[in-house]
Nanobody
């Protein structure tokens, strides 16, 4: 079965950096686009970023553009989210997701027919 295991969350001061990792198994990783969502307390789950499987093209939400970088290593079945210049408003649970196609649909929102979800990893940005 599809399994996604995230790691790398934690507590960081404003302006700091974290790198999230998500390793997939149970599916052909290099075929699917991969993405990240986040959900802050009391708020809806929103898309953060996506990377396609073919040409590796990337998309970002406006709130993280220029600060976050998504990448993937197909040999390791892992997708990464490098987060720099973190702000308190980045505090959320971050979820890895396997898109249902080779092109990104993650930015359309959390209700798509995604192949799988990770368990989430907490990111807290606070001084």
């Amino acid at each position: 079965q599809v399994q996604l295991v995230e790691s790398g969350g934690g507590l960081v001061q404003p302006g700091g950096s974290l790198r999230l990792s998500c390793t997939g198994s149970g599916f052909t990783f290099d075929y699917y686009s991969m993405g990240w969502f986040r959900q802050a307390p009391g708020k809806e789950r929103v898309a953060v970023s996506c990377i396609s499987s073919g040409d590796g093209s990337t998309t970002y939400s406006d709130s993280v553009k220029g600060r976050f970088t998504i990448s993937r290593d197909n040999a390791k079945s892992t997708v990464y989210l490098q987060m720099n210049n973190l702000k308190p408003e980045d505090t959320a649970v971050y979820y890895c997701v396997t898109d249902w196609a080779s092109t990104c649909t993650v930015m359309n929102g959390p209700t798509g027919p995604y192949v799988g979800w990770g368990q989430g990893t907490q990111v807290t940005v606070s001084s």
